[in-house]
């Protein structure tokens, strides 16, 4: 699906999408040309988790990049048979935060921010 369906599908804004993908949040879709891309149920997934974490948890963005990462390198190493993702979230969104860290100053994180609210 194109980020217009995504977008549809989902619930969450196309400006927020792609903040999200910018952030290395959400992973990129599989390139189609030099200016498109195809997403899938596992984008769908990611943003709903994004989107749990963010309104239900009240997570901060910095805490969800830090619980996201956690789980791209879970997934990339191979899950171990005894490994609880949601552990490993929790672990991670309460850990100390990333160097990269979001700055809160950016007009573009302001206005991300006032678009996750109105979600």
């Known amino acids: 699906m194109k980020i217009a ?18 952030r290395g949040l959400l992973p990129a879709g599989e390139a189609r040309a030099h200016n498109q891309a195809e997403y ?27 619980v996201t990462e956690a789980l791209d390198r879970a997934l990339a190493e191979g899950w171990e048979s ?3 993702p949601i552990e490993l ?15 809160a100053g950016t007009d573009e994180l302001a206005r991300v921010h006032d678009e996750v609210e109105a979600l």
Do not use: M
């Open 5 to 22: 369906e995504l977008s549809r599908r989902s619930g969450v804004p196309t400006t927020s999408i792609k903040f999200y993908l910018r």
């Open 40 to 66: 899938d149920d596992r984008h769908l997934e990611r943003l709903a988790l994004i989107r749990a974490l963010r309104e239900v948890a009240q997570l901060p963005l910095e805490s969800i990049a830090r």
């Open 82 to 84: 005894d490994a609880n």
């Open 89 to 103: 979230a929790l672990r991670a969104a309460h850990a100390s935060p990333p160097r990269h860290a979001v700055d």
